[in-house]
Structure formats: C-alpha cells, structure tokens
C-alpha cells in the first residue's frame, strides 16, 4: 500500500476542489437573481396607472365581440379588484363583492360611492 498512499491526497484535494467549485457556483446565482428584482423595483407605477393601463388594453382587445360578456366583465371585475387591493390595501382577491363593500363602509368610503357600486 505504501506505493498508493498519494492516492488518497489526490481524492481529497479533488473532493476540496469540487467543494469549493460548488460554492462558488450558488453565490455567483444568487447575485444574479439579486440584479434581476433589483431592476423590476425600479420601475414604479401607480396602481391608478397600473388600472388605466389595463382598461385601456381591455377596450384595445375588444374581448366583448370575441371572447364573450363574460369574460369581459371577468377581467374589469379583476382589474377594480387589483386596484383597490393595491391602492387601498382592501383584500378582495378570492372574496365576493359583499365582503369588499363591507370593507368600503368598515374604512368610511363615501356613501354616495357605495350605492353607485351597489347598482353594479
């Protein structure tokens, strides 16, 4: 055995490398994903803007004519939804439209308001 003692030296620097091979590796991921949402947080817009910009594709698309009632009124339901969450931090993804009113008379959002989404 003498003769194949270096044998053992060799893995072990091998297993070292490898390790240290790996390490390197999962730190330089991780900076890049850093640099990734770095970049997206730049860009701020407004959840009036993030709205307006939704309708306004909305009546580009015409999904009235093709996709159906249905869907249309899906998506603007969708898109008040996101804006009041965003705007005025009122849950209302997964609630119906009762809970979501409840919440405008529990934060005293004017009533005049309340009655003309009432009648939607």
């Known amino acids: 055995m003498p003769k194949y003692g270096w044998v053992k030296w060799v893995l072990l620097g091998l297993i070292i490398f490898s ?26 817009i407004s959840p ?43 849950k209302t993804i997964e609630r119906s439209s009762t809970d979501i009113l409840f919440d405008f008379e529990k934060r005293g959002f004017g009533q005049n308001n309340l009655e003309e989404l009432k009648d939607y």
Not at 19 to 42: G, H, N
Not at 66 to 79: M, P
């Open 19 to 44: 390790i240290m091979a790996v390490i390197v590796y999962f730190i330089t991921i991780r900076k890049k994903s850093v640099k990734i949402e770095s970049k997206k947080d730049s860009i701020l």
């Open 48 to 90: 009036y803007q993030k709205a307006i910009n939704a309708f306004e594709a909305l009546s580009i698309e015409k999904s009235w004519l093709t996709k159906g009632e249905k869907y249309f009124y899906t998506q603007v339901s969708d898109i008040i939804r996101i804006y009041l969450k965003e705007a005025k931090s009122i």
